[in-house]
């Protein structure tokens, strides 16, 4: 699986929009784009996930560059309960061949009132 | 709410005994995966089995097995515990069908404690 690279850490605003990028430079063309988060130490939870097309669920939004090198998982209206670690994993989906997720550093988001 | 759940949610034990953590997948899901998370290594992928076959092995020690059932549950044992071995450790569940994409949805989690 690709290698990715986060900030270490971003403030927002509370109801404003939090935009968290991902570098992901070595993606290959079978590897999509997941992100989780982890509120303090709960289970990781699924947000989203795109291979090269911007995707929107009632989460958020992703959007990923042309080139597929980098990517931003965009929480339209952030509230105190975002306030997580959001991690950008790239990895081959689908088949029987594939195994973990690999969990870098993330980013800790802190959403401020 | 992911519906995979994990029991016990608390586990505290003592050096060199061994303890047997238990994960019920989502329904339908064949396929359970083991992540262990310490405060020095982060979420760290262990194990992962499909429909009752080991399917992948990551950094997990020759002291922890695991297991799944022919209902599909999984069970992650740890004998001669260390100190060391106290984290939190994570059940995930998925589908693992070929068309599909496989997103893997975690449980709450057992918060190991080693005395």
């Known amino acids: 699986d690709a290698k990715t690279t986060q900030p270490t850490s971003m403030d927002c605003a509370e109801g404003r929009a939090a935009n968290l990028p991902c570098n992901h430079s070595t993606i290959s063309g079978n590897e999509y784009v997941y992100w989780y988060r982890q509120i303090h130490s709960q289970g990781p939870q699924y947000i989203i996930h795109g291979l090269k097309n911007n995707e929107t669920n009632e989460m958020a939004s992703l959007i990923i560059t042309e080139d597929r090198k980098s990517s931003t998982l965009i929480l339209p209206h952030a509230t105190l309960r975002d306030t997580a670690v959001y991690y950008c994993i790239v990895r081959v989906a689908g088949g029987t061949s594939y195994g973990k997720l690999t969990f870098g550093q993330g980013t800790i988001l802190t959403v401020h009132p | 709410d992911s519906g995979v759940t994990q029991t016990p949610k608390h586990l505290i034990t003592a050096t060199g005994q061994r303890v047997t953590l238990r994960c019920s997948p989502r329904s339908g899901d064949l396929s359970v995966y083991w992540y262990q998370q310490s405060l020095d290594q982060g979420l760290q992928f262990l194990i992962q089995?499909?429909?009752?076959?080991?399917?992948a092995k990551g950094n997990i020690l020759e002291r922890f097995s695991a297991q799944q059932f022919p209902d599909l549950h999984s069970e992650l044992n740890l004998s001669s515990l260390e100190l060391g071995d106290s984290a939190l450790y994570f059940c995930a569940s998925s589908a693992l069908a070929v068309t599909s994409t496989d997103t893997q949805y975690f449980g709450p989690g057992t918060r190991l404690t080693v005395l």
């Open positions: 089995y499909y429909n009752g076959e080991e399917r």
